[in-house]
């Protein structure tokens, strides 16, 4: 997400030790002197609006970098600046610059953080008269009921699906047959679709043209709609503040309807019957039209002891050896399904 600069506006910090509030770029107290300290928090001066800085000095300042406290004595110096403006040390050796990007709160924001209770934080342990405060005692019933609740899920499934998996061995004889065959058919047509016009296939028609909305871009990019999100103040390091927004980029493009000749799935040529003479249906396709592939279904039905069984397979070596009134060998599961199966001698 890109941020947008709108310009630079003044902020002030509250002095710790007299409270009284002091222009931004002001390094020591104007009510007592004392230096602001290397945690100020800065605020913001106008609720209302954004009251924004016309002094060419002051957004050359902001715009330099943020501030650097002495390691010595801690006094606040401008970025550009290599000895301290108090006590002449060098800044270069462990000069702390200025933390930026932080979010200004206004004035009445930070006075309503300030006043708000706060939550009770509970009592610490203590280590001075060799005392600790007592933890917690943990629920080991609690635990070991859910351990065993856990326990015997697990095994309740693993039972189940060794059930589910069991198998009976059933004498059935076939009571019936089932073939079904189908060749898939395609023809050459005129088709409407759309898609982006830097994607359309070689044989496409444009038949028209609109702008739409493609993707969202961090940066600036051609063809590109700016949206920004409300506007909001950051400390620049310097005591005076940068108004910005975060801003995408909602990028449009070429969007096409376009007519093209493709090959299109149409109604297949089907065969079916309930004997074991199976064949493929006979084509006579057009110039237009073209084959594109096969399948083929057999169901054998079974009957045992009043039960009924069917089994489905594309074996057609199988399903032939299932005359009508031969017995074989079946594999039943518990849910009545027939997992293996041979013809019984």
Request: glycine share 6%.
């Amino acid at each position: 997400m890109a941020r947008k600069s709108l310009g630079f506006v003044p902020l002030i910090w509250e002095c710790p030790s007299c409270g009284t509030q002091n222009p931004g770029p002001i390094k020591a107290c104007t009510g007592c002197g004392a230096p602001q300290p290397e945690d100020v928090k800065f605020m913001q001066v106008d609720e209302e609006k954004f009251n924004f800085i016309k002094d060419e000095a002051l957004i050359r300042m902001a715009k330099a970098g943020p501030d650097i406290h002495c390691p010595w004595c801690g006094t606040r110096n401008p970025s550009t600046a290599t000895l301290c403006s108090k006590c002449g040390g060098e800044l270069s050796q462990g000069g702390k610059p200025r933390q930026t990007g932080e979010k200004v709160q206004t004035v009445s924001e930070a006075e309503a953080e300030v006043q708000a209770p706060q939550p009770p934080q509970p009592p610490q342990a203590s280590t001075a008269n060799g005392f600790k405060q007592p933890k917690k005692p943990v629920n080991k019933k609690m635990i070991i009921i859910a351990v065993v609740v856990i326990a015997v899920l697990c095994l309740a499934g693993i039972l189940l699906i060794s059930w589910l998996n069991k198998t009976d061995e059933i004498r059935a004889t076939v009571t019936d047959v089932y073939w079904e065959r189908s060749v898939q058919i395609e023809e050459y047509q005129s088709v409407t679709s759309s898609d982006w016009c830097d994607e359309l296939p070689g044989s496409a028609e444009v038949l028209s043209i609109s702008q739409q909305y493609r993707y969202t871009s961090e940066n600036p990019v051609a063809n590109a709609t700016e949206v920004c999100g409300e506007e909001y103040v950051v400390d620049t390091g310097t005591g005076v503040g940068e108004v910005v927004q975060d801003c995408v980029y909602e990028v449009y493009d070429d969007y096409c309807e376009y007519s093209a000749w493709e090959w299109v799935a149409v109604s297949p040529r089907t065969a079916s019957g309930s004997d074991l003479s199976p064949y493929w249906p006979s084509l006579t396709l057009n110039d237009d039209q073209r084959e594109s592939g096969t399948s083929e279904n057999y169901v054998i039905t079974f009957s045992s002891n009043g039960e009924e069984y069917t089994y489905t397979t594309n074996d057609v070596g199988l399903f032939l050896d299932a005359q009508p009134g031969s017995t074989w060998e079946l594999s039943v599961n518990q849910l009545n399904q027939v997992r293996e199966l041979n013809p019984y001698n």
